[in-house]
């Protein structure tokens, strides 16, 4: 499984932003797409998943501002970002996830969204 990550750059406290990620390669047993981001000096946390049944699930700290969704004719899931904070700074990588009796993590590239006026 291949993931490529897309969108982000600098924005005005305020704004919006859609990241994209494009899947390919051996996506059948993909049981949900998510987004992670890491900010400097912090752990790498889940922002938003959703499942292939389309059941989401979002970080406290963004419901309401991010919406995650997935495009399956083009294998694509997306993030989009609205009312961004400073706080939201952070490289952010999607994921690709196989949960069944194992459980499998595929990561694209990180693409940086910094948050400033």
């Known amino acids: 499984v291949q993931l490529q990550a897309s969108g982000g750059g600098l924005v005005q406290p305020g704004g919006s932003v859609r990241l994209s990620c494009a899947t390919s390669?051996?996506?059948?047993?993909?049981?949900?797409l998510g987004w992670f981001r890491q900010a400097p000096g912090k752990q790498r946390e889940l922002v938003a998943r959703?499942?292939?049944?389309?059941?989401?699930n979002y970080a406290d700290s963004v419901k309401g501002r991010f919406t995650i969704s997935r495009d399956s004719a083009k294998n694509t899931v997306y993030l989009q970002m609205n009312s961004l904070k400073p706080e939201d700074t952070a490289v952010y990588c999607c994921?690709?996830?196989?949960?069944?009796?194992?459980?499998?993590?595929?990561w694209g590239q990180g693409t940086q969204v910094t948050v400033s006026s």
């Open positions: 994921n690709a996830r196989e949960r069944y009796w194992y459980t499998r993590d595929y």
């Open positions: 390669g051996n996506i059948f047993d993909i049981t949900s």
């Open positions: 959703i499942t292939t049944g389309g059941s989401t």
